[in-house]
């Protein structure tokens, strides 16, 4: 396989719907903790993802003789994927709750409106602060993995240490600093006590990346991990959702991290019998192409509906799905895919020869 794989594109798509669907039930009831629960964990598996599929990029930056330029491709990719789709989603939200160029949109269009704390006075663009965790491991993470293997030749064994300590510093700075009164708001989507979430995903990917471990894992034992390991994180979740648990808010960031590894495990042992059905292959790559779109524009369409008087009806659900799908796919084609043409590359000069699963598991996220 050489090039996307497709149930990992599946599993980034469900990852957004997961969240774009309770949305829809959780505006129209004053208490909707289920459909909070499953959209709290469609997060946490985009944050796992994330760390899986940027591990190849992120050692070959690393183990390059050009290290602080290929540091500089990798930002400019990232952000020329993540940025544009973002600050036109921002601009149209914030056009609509009128907060066009105010400090909060300011704070918003620089990923540091929950950096150390919830630093805006309206909160408006609720699903931006995922967005910042992300934004801040891309600039973060590389750098430290830059350091440990300029000062100890070898990626491979600087590079699980490294993610590690990141991991561990994360750890303590979120024990000793968190607003554990507040755990929401104040810890769980702050980016400082987050982006460990994401760095186990880079952990996943050095564990698994020899192959040894998916061969002694059989879609059926993948999937029977997932459904254990995922009926516990909903289980747990959800008694979060209706009451405060000191213990629980500390074992999330183990147990949420470890149903995203679940998951992606399960999408990775499926992929070759997903591979042979051309069908569901399409479906799947076109899932994976909307997913970050989904996830941006999703509460604008929700907002429009809901204007209109169209969104709590079972007719209103299945418009909006639709409007949602429309959208995402026109942001697609008409913003998301030229600007990816435009991308950097990195140079055949630049850049250590791959192993056939790095080149895999870079190619899904190259998109």
Not at 38 to 44: F, W
Not at 183 to 201: L, M, N, Q, T, Y
């Amino acid at each position: 396989m050489t090039g996307r794989i497709a149930s990992l594109d599946l599993l980034r798509g469900i990852a957004a719907f997961s969240v774009a669907i309770p949305h829809f039930f959780m505006a129209s009831s004053a208490s909707a903790p289920a459909a909070e629960t499953i959209s709290i964990l469609g997060v946490e598996i985009f944050f796992v993802l994330s760390g899986y599929v940027l591990a190849p990029q992120i050692l070959m930056v690393a183990a390059s003789s050009f290290r602080l330029r290929n540091l500089g491709v990798f930002l400019v990719r990232r952000w020329m994927r993540t940025v544009p789709p973002y600050l036109i989603a921002l601009v149209l939200v914030s056009i609509t709750a009128r907060q066009t160029f105010s400090a909060d949109f300011v704070r918003y269009a620089f990923y540091v409106q929950n950096l150390v704390g919830q630093a805006n006075d309206h909160d408006y663009f609720a699903i931006a602060w995922s967005l910042s965790v992300e934004e801040w491991f891309y600039v973060t993470f590389p750098v430290l993995l830059l350091i440990a293997s300029a000062l100890v030749p070898g990626r491979r064994r600087t590079a699980l240490p490294a993610a590690l300590i990141y991991i561990g510093v994360v750890t303590i700075v979120r024990f000793a600093f968190g607003d554990w009164a507040d755990w929401g708001p104040e810890v769980r989507r702050v980016v400082a006590f987050r982006v460990d979430a994401i760095a186990w995903g880079f952990v996943l990917y050095l564990a698994v990346s020899d192959g040894r471990l998916l061969r002694a894992v059989t879609p059926v034992r993948a999937g029977m991990t997932l459904l254990v390991v995922g009926s516990a994180a909903f289980a747990l979740t959800l008694r979060l959702a209706g009451q405060a648990s000191l213990a629980l808010e500390a074992l999330f960031h183990l147990y949420a991290s470890a149903f995203g590894a679940a998951a992606i495990v399960a999408a990775l042992a499926f992929a070759p019998r997903l591979a042979s059905r051309p069908f569901l292959v399409s479906a799947s790559l076109f899932l994976g192409r909307i997913s970050y779109s989904v996830y941006l524009f999703h509460l604008l369409v929700l907002a429009a509906l809901d204007r209109l008087g169209a969104a709590e009806s079972s007719a209103g659900f299945i418009l909006y799905v639709a409007l949602t799908i429309i959208v995402t796919a026109l942001m697609a084609v008409g913003v998301e895919t030229p600007i990816l043409e435009a991308r950097p590359s990195y140079s055949a000069g630049q850049r250590p020869s791959l192993d056939a699963r790095e080149r895999d598991a870079r190619a899904a996220v190259e998109g």
